[in-house]
Each structure stands twice: as structure tokens, then as C-alpha cells.
């Protein structure tokens, strides 16, 4: 581990005064130190975000709004989320382990790295580690990788089981910018696609902070979230579907399906949810939503099982939902 | 004095039965538990002399000749006490039993991943930043890495071939020919390997992780260029070993090195990266069976075929088909080994080598022919039970497979079972069960103790370790039966070098070899004793501190008055071994969901009978086949080490990306003990453990898969992918 400095600021403002090239935030440090010790990432500075405030849940326009340091185990456990928004509280309990959640905070959850085992190899090339490097996944082992939305560059995978249920239930995320102004933009448009620049991964500037999450009002109640992975508990997601629907006299009038495990975000496809709407629930339609999810998927020999996977959990699951 | 036994042959006195203390086979505390619960049991990263420093060894990633440019600049670096880049260093593990230097050497890596520096500083973040900061380069050479992409050798002594097995599968009525395969597996013991290295200027004190201190002793004098009686090794506490921690590791030469040249107290934690490269792990296996019966199911073909590998000038080879010898009978068979030298992390002893794997394929293969037969599994296995050993026509010591086979099916109600596959459904849940036998060879190797008693209070001290299994519990429990001592009397002193030779933890031997010297130790001060108060040693009870002989009786401590009594044990293996054939058994069942829309595989319960001689301590006993059946569920469905194609290096090198089983995966377990008094196992009856529990049960839970759902998995472990693979 490099040497760094450490500050934890009580004032928001503080802290987006003290940010510079070359520091980072740190909230529950799950991701961060690890990442610290590998000397992957190296901040020179690290700002506590712990004691500003952060972390409270409040109604807000019929929604609520999660400060981001509100760690994954109150989120999962508060009333609201767990009357309103069950499919956030199903995504979290499916993450990681009840010590690591406790630490884990929202903020550090969307901006969690992916899990690609050559990224945290430094001994390997990476070009969202090391630009311009190479890709060590392409040509070797990949299991929890991509097969949306890659490149030739990168096929890393975001690991949010969290991420996934709030793209379904339309989250926005809540920036303050290096100066103290706050902008707001849509989870669908705050991760980028690698392309050929994987280093960049959200829309984030240099020194902006996640202030909150918020959820507008669950547009559906019919709301599951699975996750398959290779053993019961304490494991990264192999694929995993957050899916929020609604029903109106026999068709489904809303439908918000995200999926984790297959993309390089979390991911939603419009298609697959237009293609819902409006319809009869049926086998048929079902596997019209999984081809529909599928057409671009670029799997490679280690990750070909996701298509069919993914393909077999979405009928379940919306079967499940729409019963 | 010492009271030697060499095992020549059987012991019919039970003496255990006779004596008064009646502490055995009872669940006793173990004294080192309340310890190990609160952080007070100390383990090798956990002492501090003072002016200790920190060591970071350094890995190659890739396989050629190694240079660091800037180990100059790496040296300078703030706190940064030495690099250490001496040709002493280990290239990877001793094997187990080694007892000399392993292959040594840092100017070729022949493994990506092998270490080649250690880098001390003040600090462990200190000198894990400049382990970072040092640059390896490798002039690259073409190496193989793929164990079906070389031209294997097939050593002389690992094939035995008998009949004409391919004749006896053309003409039998039921033949299978299936090629199974499992996975490269890690012992991954909770505890990393860890060395704390003092040295004096004449004498090295090593604290370590390690399992078979006799022989690491040795290992370590030999690798440093030091004559043993200057190398003292401390191992009071090891967090799990399974095998891993048979011989000396990187980082008990590292440090050492780095002490005596730096003259200051070294410690060296290895990384849990570094345990999953640097330590011997367990070799991917492809294993081809054939099978072929009569209409009865006897069998008249049996052919076990197996592909392991291992990196150059290693000796060991994953000895696959060791069970294979004699778990069952066929005038026609074929056994061969073969073996690929291929540059991936070394391979070694893992918890039951050669049965773990071995018998947990030829289980799963076992029951395709009971299928293909339409015999109950476990009536297929109790009609091919051998009279004797098929391999040498010696006897068996005792054989209770039969035993546990029907006890273990009673229990779990295997009658109630429909034979057919793909019967219960719950939901999206295929529900199956399957059963699978468990053999496991039996050993007793020399080993030494000493007690002695003060007054009424004994103390044993022994270089045996005790790696989480128990070994502290039993021998206060042997120790004050022999002496008539409440085990709250009894101390027992274990993991230091400076202690009788005992023989170490490793092949399930401990209880049984360590254990006898232990009760020979305390035969020798009955003897004593007797002769002191001038009776026969039988006809005097020793009970709860008090001496009885005829009507008198008196506390031991006056016995003993002012001069303690020291007795001194050793035994060693004898003509036993080839007079019998000894092994353990058991049988395993296993109940299991496959979901039909995932592939994921749950197993929701499992239940284990065995018989493994007499039961010293239940509770520990129990223990330890827990632990063998969890690793029977991480075989099945959770753990693999990927290498990667090009290079061969360990891709999920930490525990997030080698999955053994957690708690959730993880249902009821029972486990149940069929009596057993082998007389050829020495006076105590003590058979091996530790081992035997995961020999087959991962079989168990194959079987059980193929029952649920009709598919049949050949590819260990039976991961989602896989699982759908086969379902469609
Ligand atoms: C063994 C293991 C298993 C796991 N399994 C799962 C799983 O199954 N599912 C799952 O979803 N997750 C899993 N996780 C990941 C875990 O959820 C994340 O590590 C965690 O959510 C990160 O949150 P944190 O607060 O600890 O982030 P940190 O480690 O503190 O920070 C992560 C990153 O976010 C930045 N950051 C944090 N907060 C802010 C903010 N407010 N504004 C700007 N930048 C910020 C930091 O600078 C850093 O770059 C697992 C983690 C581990 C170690
Ligand atoms: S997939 Fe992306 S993160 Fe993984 S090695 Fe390639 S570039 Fe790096």
C-alpha cells in the first residue's frame, strides 16, 4: 500500500474543497482498500465521507431519497424500501456477506469496480487499469465477465447486485460538484459503455461527489429480483434480474426489467420492456423478451452459458411476477 | 528408558477397556478450544519479539529467467531494510514427508507466480509497497501449461494390470466407459502460511505454520545450509494445514534468510494470493473407469485409468487410484497413473490424497453401472465386497463397509428411495438422492512422546502438531486414562521441536501413531509405578489420582513422593503392513436439489456413517467428518482453481473467486460411528480420521444430482453452467 493521507471532513463543502488530482473519497472502504493494498488504485489523499450527513432515508415527492452513505444493511432494513421497493431490499440481502454490507455504503455500491480477476492483477495488462495495456480477460478465463455492451477493449462486468434493482426502479442519482452545485442524472445514463476508453467509467467529473440515490415512486408492485451464482451465499452474481412490473386487467401495464451478470452495466434494455408492455403475459412472449435481450450478446467460450441462462431465469422470473 | 512398539502384528487385550479412568470416548473440552474463542491461542504471524520486522515476498509473472532492474532503487526506498534475492529460496513448497530441501532457486521462475525476492522493511506496509515497487522482468521460454497438451509419463510402479480387461468388457452382459474429470483444488486453511524467524547467531528459532515439525526441521537445516540441531521450530497452534502445511513453505526460508542477515527478528506473512500459487494444491484429475459385471452385478472388469500432473523435478503424483487397489475385486483389470509435467503451481498431498478425488469418481462411475444394471447401489457394492485384498491376497485387519453401508442406509431411510431418476419435483426443484462408499488406507508411522508426573499432575510434550483437529483433547485424554488422572490434571505441550519426535499431522495418522507413543509414554510410568509399590502393573487401578492395589489405597502424589516419574514412548510401524490389508470406511448419503430453471445445485441434507477403530473423542471425532463431507460439497459444486490458458497462473487466487462451501451451502449433517476394535491397529485401536469423511462424498452428491433430475455430470464441480449443460 502506497502511503496516503488521511482527512475526514464533517462539512460536505470541506470535502469537495479538499478533493485534488490524486485524492479519493472513501465511505465503506470495502472496495477501496482492497484496491488500496494491490496498489491497483493509489490515492495520495484519502477524504473520509462518513460524518457529513449523509446518511439518512427520506420521503421525497412520494419516493425516497438515500443518502449515499447510507450503508447496504440499513437500506435493506428500512420500512419504506422493504414495503415500497422490495426488489432493492431482495438485491442488497443477495450481495456480498451481512459483515460487508454493514460497511458498504450506496454511494460506494454503484461505484464499485468490476470483479474481472486480471484487473486486480497488476502483473497482467488492463486497459481500464492501465490504458492502452491490452485486455488480459480477451483470450484468457472469463467467468465474471460481460457479454453486453463490450468492446474489444474491455469486457469487464459491473458486479452491483443493488445497481440492478434501482435501474429497474428508474433511479437518479444525486451529484454536488466540485464548486457545491448539484446536478441530477438518470442511473441509465451515469455509466458509460467501455468502447475504447474503459478507464472511464461513469459520468462522474474529476471531484464530484454522490450526494443520494433517489427513487421516484414504485411505478409497479409486482417487483423480484433473482440472482443465480455459484454457491448459496457470498458470491458475485453469474446473472441476476430485477424486474418491477405492473398488471392491469389481464396485461402488463409497466415493465422495468434489469439485469446483473451480463452487462458491462447494470443493464436494461428498452426493447425488452416495450416489447412487455402492453401484453398478455405467455411462454411465447416471455421468449420473445430473452431473444429480444440477446440479439448483441457477444459471449465469449467462458460466459456462452449466460445467454441460455439468462434467457431461462428471465421467463421465471417474470412468470413469477406476473402471476 | 522408553517403551518401544514396533506394530508386527495384532493386540487382543483392548487394555483400554480395562482401565478405571474412563475418559475415553467421551466429548471432552478440548483445553486449547476457550483459547482459540478468544484470540488467545496465538498463531505464527501472531508473536512479536522484539525489533520484529516485516518480509513481502515477491512473485514472477512469468515462467523464464528473472531479473529486477531496479533492486537498487527498491533498496532505497523509505524503511526498506533488504531485498533478498538468495538462491536459497524455495520455488515452491517441500512435499510432504520431504525431510531435505526442496528445489530451490530465483533466477529461473518455473511457475508464474513463483516467489523471487523477499522484500523487508521496517513495516509491513512498508515492505509490501515496495514489493510493488520492484520491478521483475522475465526473459520468457515456452512452458506448458496444459495437462492434456503434453505427452504424460506413466511410472513402472503405478500400473498393475491383471486379465484381459478389454475382452471382459466386450463380452459382459453390463459394461460403462466413462471419463470423469475434477478440478485443481486448494486446501485453503483459513490460517495463511505465516514464519516468524529469530536467529541468535547460532541457533535459528522459527515460529511457524506448519504440520510435521520433525521433518520441517530438517527441510528447513538442509535449505539454509545449517545442521538441525541449530534450526528449533514452535508450531503450537495451526490454523488448518490439510496437507498444506506438510513441508516447509517460501516463507520459512525467506525469513529465515532475511534474520540471519539482517539480524533482526523477520516475519513473513504470505498473501492469500501466495498461498494459492506457492503451496502444493491439489492436481486436476482426468479419470477414465471401466466397468464391466455379470448379470449379477459381479464385477469381472475393472479398469481406473488417471491423468494428474505436477511441475518438474516434483516426486509426488496424486496417487488416484490408491483405493482402487483393493476397494473391489475383478479378475480382469487395469490400473495406471499418468502424469504431466507441466509448468502450473506445484502439486501435492491435499486432504486424502488419491482417495479424495479417486474414490469420489470411481463412486459416481459405480453407480452409472448400478443404473445400467438396475441393482440397488448399495446391493451392487455389498456383492463385489473382496474376501481379502484383491491386490496382495492378504487379509483384511477388519472391514466394515457392510457395516456402515447398512447402518448409514437405515438412518437415512435409503429404502424409501424410488429407484427411478426424476421423480419428486418441488417447484422448480428436481429432488434426488444418491449414496456413494468411502475407503481410505490406514497408516501408523513412528512417532515419539513423552510424560511426566509430578505428584498428580501429568504433562506430555510431544513436536506433534495439533492443526485444528484435536490432538491437544485426545492426548489429555489417553494420557490421564493410563495414569488415572482427571484430564483437568493432565498438560499437554505440543508444537515445538524441542519436544520427542512425534509424527506430525498429516494422512490422518496423528491420533493412532502419536496417540500410541503417548499411551506407551504412560505404559512406561504404570510400569514404574507398580514397581514402586511391587505389583504388577495390571493389577493396580489408577483412578481420579488414587493408586489401588488389593485393599490399599493411596493418592498417587504420594506414590510418586518427591521425584516425578518420566516415561518416554515410541512406536513405529512393523510387519503389519504386509501381514494385513488396513483401511477405513464408510458410506455416504446425500440428498439434493437441482433447479431445473438455473442449474444451481443445493444439497439439503447429508448423512455419513463410518468406522474408523475406536473413537477417542466423539466430538472432535464428529468434527473432523463434518469438515471431510463440507469438502465433499465443495468438490461437487463450488471449488476450483482456473488457471489461465496462456500461462497457467491461478486466475481466483483469493476467496472471493474459490468458492468453498459457506454456511449457506452447507445443510444438517450426520454423522454416525460403527463400532470398530481393530486389533492390528496398535494398543489403542486408533484408526485414522480425519481423512476418510471426504473420500466419496462429493460421489454421494453426484450420484444424488443424476437421481434428482436424470442428467449425469462427468465434469467436477457440477457448477451451473454444467449442470444446464447436462440438463439440456
Ligand atoms: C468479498 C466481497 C463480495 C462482494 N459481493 C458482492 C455481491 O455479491 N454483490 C454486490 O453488489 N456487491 C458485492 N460486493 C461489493 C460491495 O457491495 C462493495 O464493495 C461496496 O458496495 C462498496 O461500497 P463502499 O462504501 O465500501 O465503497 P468504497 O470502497 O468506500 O468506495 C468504492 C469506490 O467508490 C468511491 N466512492 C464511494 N462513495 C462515494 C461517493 N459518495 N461519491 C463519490 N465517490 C464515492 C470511492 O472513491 C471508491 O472509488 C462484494 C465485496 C466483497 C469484498
Ligand atoms: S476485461 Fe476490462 S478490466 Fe478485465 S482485463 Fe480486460 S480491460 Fe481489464
Redesign the interface.
Same mark, same amino acid.
Given at each position: 500500500? =502506497?502511503?496516503f493521507e488521511y482527512q475526514r471532513p464533517t462539512t460536505t463543502d470541506s470535502a469537495l474543497a479538499a478533493i485534488a488530482p490524486g485524492a479519493a473519497f472513501i465511505a465503506g472502504g470495502t472496495n477501496l482498500i482492497d484496491l488500496m493494498? $494491490?496498489?491497483v488504485m493509489a490515492p495520495d489523499t484519502v477524504i473520509d465521507i462518513s460524518r457529513l450527513g449523509m446518511d439518512g432515508i427520506e420521503e421525497d415527492d412520494g419516493g425516497v431519497r438515500i443518502g449515499a452513505t447510507v450503508t447496504n444493511s440499513d437500506l435493506a432494513a428500512d420500512r419504506r424500501v422493504r414495503r415500497d421497493y422490495p426488489v432493492l431490499s431482495r438485491a442488497l440481502l443477495a450481495g456480498a456477506s451481512g459483515q460487508l454490507r454493514n460497511k458498504a455504503t450506496t454511494g460506494g455500491n454503484l461505484l464499485q469496480k468490476t @470483479?474481472c480477476?486480471?484487473f486486480y492483477d497488476? !502483473?497482467?495488462p488492463c486497459n481500464k487499469r492501465e490504458p492502452g495495456t491490452g485486455c488480459a480477460a480477451i483470450?484468457?478465463?472469463q @467467468?465474471?465477465h460481460a457479454i453486453l455492451g463490450t468492446s474489444e477493449h474491455c469486457v469487464a462486468l459491473h458486479p452491483s447486485d443493488m445497481a440492478v434493482a434501482m435501474r429497474a426502479l428508474d433511479a437518479v442519482v444525486e451529484i454536488r460538484g466540485a464548486g457545491g452545485e448539484t446536478r441530477e442524472i438518470d442511473l441509465e445514463k451515469f455509466y458509460l459503455l467501455p468502447e475504447d476508453r474503459p478507464q472511464d467509467e461513469t459520468v462522474l467529473e474529476p471531484g464530484e461527489l454522490i450526494a443520494a440515490a433517489r427513487l421516484p415512486a414504485p411505478k409497479g408492485t409486482r417487483q423480484v429480483y433473482r440472482k443465480? @451464482? !455459484? =454457491?448459496?451465499?457470498?458470491?458475485?452474481a453469474?446473472v441476476s434480474i430485477g424486474a418491477v412490473l405492473e398488471m392491469e386487467a389481464g396485461r402488463i401495464s409497466h415493465a422495468a426489467v434489469a439485469f446483473g451478470g451480463i452487462g458491462v452495466k447494470p443493464w436494461r434494455d428498452g426493447a425488452v420492456d416495450d416489447l412487455l408492455t402492453g401484453e398478455e403475459p405467455s411462454e411465447g412472449l416471455f421468449e420473445q423478451a430473452g431473444e429480444v435481450l440477446m440479439r448483441d450478446a457477444r459471449p465469449s467460450d467462458g460466459t456462452e452459458?449466460k445467454v441460455? $441462462?439468462t434467457q =431461462? $431465469?428471465l421467463?421465471?422470473v417474470l412468470t413469477e411476477a406476473t402471476q | 528408558m522408553s517403551l518401544d512398539l514396533k506394530i508386527d502384528g495384532p493386540d487382543r487385550e483392548h487394555r483400554p477397556d480395562h482401565l478405571a479412568q474412563n475418559v475415553l470416548g467421551h466429548e471432552i473440552d478440548r483445553p486449547d478450544g476457550w483459547l482459540k474463542v478468544k484470540g488467545e491461542a496465538t498463531y505464527a504471524a501472531e508473536t512479536f519479539p522484539e525489533g520484529l520486522v516485516h518480509g513481502i515476498l515477491v512473485r514472477a509473472p512469468g515462467i523464464g529467467r528473472v531479473s529486477c532492474a531496479n533492486l537498487e532503487d527498491v533498496r532505497n526506498m523509505p524503511e526498506v531494510l533488504a531485498v533478498v534475492r538468495d538462491e536459497r529460496l524455495l520455488r515452491n513448497a517441500a512435499q510432504g514427508g520431504a525431510n531435505e530441501a526442496p528445489v530451490q532457486g530465483v533466477d529461473t521462475a518455473e511457475y508464474v507466480g513463483q516467489p523471487v525476492a523477499l522484500v523487508v522493511a521496517e513495516t509491513f506496509e512498508a515492505a509490501r509497497h515496495a514489493a510493488v515497487a520492484l520491478t521483475v522482468e522475465i526473459d520468457g521460454v515456452e512452458a506448458p501449461v496444459d495437462p492434456e497438451a503434453v505427452v504424460p509419463e506413466e511410472p513402472d510402479n503405478q500400473i498393475s494390470t491383471r486379465g484381459d480387461l478389454d475382452g471382459a468388457m466386450r463380452h459382459a452382459p453390463y459394461s460403462i466407459d466413462v471419463v470423469y474429470t475434477t478440478a485443481s483444488m486448494n486446501s485453503a486453511a483459513m490460517e495463511p502460511h505465516a514464519a516468524t524467524a529469530v536467529w541468535d547467531g547460532e541457533v535459528l528459532t522459527l515460529r511457524g505454520a506448519l504440520q510435521m515439525l520433525k521433518f520441517n526441521r530438517n527441510e528447513l537445516a538442509d535449505s539454509l545450509g545449517l545442521p538441525p540441531e541449530r534450526v528449533r521450530i514452535l508450531a503450537p497452534y495451526v490454523g488448518g494445514g490439510f496437507g498444506s502445511k506438510l513441508g516447509i513453505s517460501a516463507d520459512c526460508v525467506a525469513a529465515a534468510v532475511a534474520a540471519m542477515e539482517l539480524n533482526r527478528p523477520v516475519r513473513v506473512v504470505q498473501h492469500r494470493r501466495d498461498v494459492f500459487e506457492v503451496n502444493v494444491r491439489r492436481s486436476e484429475t482426468r479419470q477414465r473407469i471401466r466397468l464391466a459385471c455379470d448379470t449379477q452385478g459381479r464385477l469381472t472388469g475393472l479398469g481406473h485409468e488417471a491423468l494428474v500432473s505436477n511441475l518438474p523435478k516434483e516426486e509426488f503424483f496424486e496417487p488416484v487410484l490408491q483405493a482402487s487397489y483393493f476397494a473391489y475385486a475383478a479378475a480382469n483389470r487395469d490400473l495406471r497413473l499418468k502424469a504431466a509435467r507441466i509448468n502450473r503451481p506445484a502439486t501435492g498431498s491435499v486432504r486424502a490424497p488419491g482417495e479424495a478425488v479417486g474414490v469420489t469418481v470411481f463412486e459416481a462411475a459405480i453407480d452409472e453401472l448400478a443404473v445400467k444394471t438396475g441393482i440397488d447401489p448399495i446391493e451392487l457394492r455389498l456383492r463385489n465386497i473382496p474376501e481379502k485384498d484383491p491386490d496382495t491376497g492378504v487379509p483384511f485387519s477388519s472391514h466394515r463397509l457392510e457395516a456402515t453401508l447398512k447402518d448409514g442406509s437405515e438412518r437415512f431411510g435409503w429404502n424409501e428411495r424410488d429407484p427411478a431418476p426424476r421423480q419428486r419435483r418441488e417447484g422448480e426443484w428436481w429432488i434426488g438422492t444418491g449414496m456413494a462408499a468411502a475407503f481410505r488406507v490406514n497408516m501408523i508411522t513412528p512417532a515419539e512422546a513423552r510424560i511426566t508426573l509430578d505428584g498428580d499432575r501429568a504433562t506430555v510434550e510431544s513436536d506433534m502438531t495439533d492443526i485444528g483437529t484435536g490432538s491437544y483433547v485426545i492426548f489429555q485424554q489417553i494420557a490421564a486414562e493410563i495414569l488415572g488422572l482427571p484430564t483437568g490434571k493432565v498438560d499437554v505441550r505440543l508444537g515445538d521441536t524441542a519436544y520427542p519426535p512425534g509424527s506430525g499431522s498429516g494422512g490422518s495418522f496423528g491420533a493412532a501413531s502419536t496417540g500410541t507413543a503417548v499411551w506407551l509414554a504412560g505404559m512406561e510410568i504404570r510400569r514404574a509405578l507398580a514397581e514402586r509399590l511391587g505389583c504388577d502393573e495390571s493389577e493396580m487401578t489408577l483412578r481420579d489420582g488414587y493408586v489401588t492395589h488389593g485393599n490399599r489405597r493411596v493418592p498417587l502424589a504420594d506414590l510418586v513422593g518427591g521425584g516425578a516419574f518420566s516415561g518416554h514412548g515410541r512406536v513405529e510401524p512393523g510387519d503389519a503392513q504386509e501381514k494385513v490389508r488396513q483401511a477405513t470406511y464408510g458410506a455416504h448419503f446425500a440428498e439434493v436439489g437441482v433447479n431445473d430453471v438455473t442449474g444451481e445445485v443445493r444439497v439439503r441434507r447429508m448423512l455419513g456413517s463410518f468406522s474408523a477403530g475406536r473413537i477417542l473423542n466423539p466430538r472432535t471425532a464428529r468434527s473432523q467428518c463434518h469438515g471431510g463431507m463440507i469438502w465433499g460439497i465443495g468438490m461437487a459444486l463450488t471449488e476450483e482453481m482456473t488457471h489461465d490458458r496462456r500461462d497457467g497462473h491461478v486466475v481466483n487466487r483469493d476467496f472471493a473467486g474459490y468458492h468453498v462451501p459457506v454456511n449457506a451451502d452447507v445443510p444438517p449433517l450426520d454423522v454416525y460411528f460403527v463400532e470398530e476394535l481393530d486389533d492390528w491397529a496398535g494398543p489403542l485401536q486408533v484408526k485414522g480420521i480425519g481423512e476418510l469423511s471426504i473420500c466419496g462424498s462429493g460421489g454421494a452428491i453426484f450420484n444424488a444430482i443424476h437421481h434428482a433430475c436424470g442428467a449425469r455430470l462427468r465434469d467436477f464441480p457440477a457448477t451451473p453452467d454444467r449442470v444446464l449443460a447436462a440438463l439440456s
Open positions: 500500500m =502506497r502511503p493494498k $494491490l496498489e @470483479r480477476p486480471y497488476t !502483473d497482467t483470450g484468457g478465463e @467467468r465474471n443465480v @451464482r !455459484d =454457491r448459496a451465499s457470498y458470491a458475485f453469474l452459458f441460455g $441462462l =431461462r $431465469l421467463k421465471a | -
